[in-house]
């Protein structure tokens, strides 16, 4: 029971402080308005890139622009999520610097509800209703022989995908304890991950598709279950099911990076201010 | 009168205080080492399925984007120079401090974004170029002169970068709140110098007015000149017209707002 209400407890946190930021930053509502069209813009620029190519040739690695949109769609809109619900994290480093870190410690409330919900930013729709807009065209756009299972797999993907990332989040808020000023690593990652995803997996180099499947299992996001949906192999020799293997990926993740949390919590030196 | 004495200091200053971060330039080396291998993929597959594809062969295309990342933080490609500092400045009045300074505004500002640019090319950006080089195939030169111009083209790049930025800086005297500002020269910023894909691989009439633009001084201009795509003096000749340009414009808009905007204060 102790672990169920304080989950809940976590939850309710969360909604109070993002709540909070909301009520701030629409304040100046025209100026929400455009940092949020700004926002869209700027990770629109990802796929106009993409279109970019696309206006000189016809396929990329052997994918169409419409299967590549379909990967760019759910990679952009699973990261918006996930940069949405945790993205703000990277101001951690700075709380830890300034040592305002500590003030969220004796606080009764988890320290990653607070953290993850710290200056939560509405803005960041605007980045998943650009991303959701390329994959509403995709899906349209490609050639599938639609099947109850691929239908379903659509919804999976963007949750689990969005689950992974947050994971990725939460990870490198608990390296940002041990290493406050390398905040960027964690941009590798992240938006690093969110980049590699939007490309076709036949583009990269063996080794480079096998970690991110095997060592950062970032594949399950969109390369394999999308090649599933669009009837194409999978980028490495994989069984059958490793299609529907998200949500279990994306959970297990979710349980290490708590794990990684928690052990970089207990080891948080103050700065001692 | 030795005041450009005044002007190395402010330079210096600027490359020390970013210099002080050692474990944040560290992990900025690694990010743009990640990006690079991802974009150096994408562009070959691109180039493979159309070569020749902007006059680039594929080891020309995969040196423009080691110089990319090279040069992303830099140039302060999508922002988050010198013009940062000066509009919290402007916004929170502490320019009021900066104009009572016997010293020019302007050359200030700029001697401390080339003190900044400097340390992010040498502590940032050659680890990235050398791992480029070393684990793909890259079109460098072997002539030394070649070099030599290169380096010139980077320190042009430099000067269009602040001035374009200093210029979006100044806004802040009218408009107070920067994000917006801070949003346009990024989205500009990223497109128009072409982080993303290179301007010469722009298609039809967008590739010839991308190229014509002064973002075109920052990355295509130094890529052009290092690979031999491009005569060097043209392209000198380009980046001065622009940084010229640039810095007048930017002396303009100065003159006019601390002639006519009430400085902030508390």
Not at chain 2, 11 to 36: E, I, Q
Not at chain 2, 176 to 201: E, H, K, R, W, Y
């Amino acid at each position: 029971m102790g672990e169920r209400s304080a989950f809940a407890e976590g939850l309710r946190a969360y909604g109070l402080i993002a709540g909070m930021w909301v009520r701030s930053s629409m304040t100046y509502r025209t100026s929400f308005v455009i940092t949020m069209l700004g926002n869209g813009t700027m990770t629109g620029l990802d796929f106009v890139g993409i279109l970019l190519m696309f206006s000189q040739v016809d396929s990329l690695g052997g994918w169409s622009l419409a299967e590549v949109a379909l990967l760019y769609g759910l990679s952009a809109t699973a990261f918006g999520i996930a940069d949405l619900v945790l993205g703000s994290m990277d101001v951690m480093g700075a709380r830890i610097r300034d040592g305002s870190f500590d003030t969220l410690l004796v606080r009764p409330v988890p320290v990653l509800a607070q953290v993850g919900a710290d200056h939560f930013a509405l803005r960041r729709l605007g980045r998943i209703t650009q991303g959701a807009l390329v994959l509403g065209w995709s899906l349209a756009a490609v050639d599938v022989d639609w099947s109850a299972a691929k239908v379903l797999l659509v919804p999976v993907m963007l949750v689990s995908g969005a689950a992974i990332f947050c994971a990725v989040f939460v990870a490198g808020a608990a390296f940002q304890i041990l290493v406050q000023d390398a905040a960027e690593v964690q941009n590798a990652f992240t938006y690093g991950g969110t980049t590699l995803l939007q490309y076709p997996p036949s583009v990269f180099g063996k080794e480079l598709v096998r970690g991110a499947t095997f060592m950062l299992p970032l594949a399950f996001v969109n390369w394999v279950p999308a090649s599933y949906v669009l009837g194409r192999p999978y980028p490495i020799a994989l069984p059958e099911w490793a299609a529907f293997a998200s949500p279990p990926v994306a959970v297990a993740c979710c349980a290490l990076a708590g794990l990684a949390w928690r052990s970089g919590l207990r080891a948080y030196r103050s700065t001692g201010n | 009168m030795g005041s450009w004495r005044l002007y190395v200091a402010v330079a210096v200053g600027g490359f020390r205080r970013y210099a002080t971060y050692r474990a944040a330039t560290a992990a900025g080396v690694f990010t743009n080492t990640v990006f690079g291998v991802i974009l150096v993929y994408t562009y070959l597959a691109l180039w493979d399925e159309k070569p020749h594809l902007g006059g680039y062969d594929q080891a020309q295309a995969v040196t423009y984007v080691w110089l990319g990342q090279c040069l992303y933080a830099t140039l302060a490609i999508q922002g988050g120079g010198a013009e940062k500092d000066l509009m919290d400045r402007i916004r929170t009045g502490e320019i009021a401090v900066d104009l009572y300074r016997p010293a020019d505004l302007q050359l200030w500002w700029l001697a401390s974004d080339m003190g900044r640019s400097l340390f992010q090319m040498v502590g940032r950006g050659v680890i990235p170029f050398l791992f480029g080089a070393v684990f793909f195939p890259m079109a460098l030169p072997t002539e030394v002169t070649t070099w030599a111009a290169f380096l010139v083209t980077l320190l042009l790049a430099a000067v269009v970068s602040f001035a374009i930025r200093y210029l979006a800086a100044l806004s802040a005297f009218w408009l107070m709140d920067g994000m917006g500002i801070s949003q346009a020269l990024m989205i500009t910023g990223v497109f128009f110098s072409g982080i993303v894909l290179p301007l010469n691989a722009f298609p039809g009439a967008l590739g010839d007015i991308v190229q014509v633009l002064p973002w075109a001084a920052l990355l295509q201009m130094p890529a052009d000149v290092l690979m031999g795509e491009t005569g060097v003096p043209g392209a000198f000749a380009f980046q001065a017209v622009w940084a010229v340009v640039l810095l007048a414009a930017g002396r303009l808009l100065q003159s006019a707002a601390t002639r006519r905007v009430v400085v902030q204060g508390g």
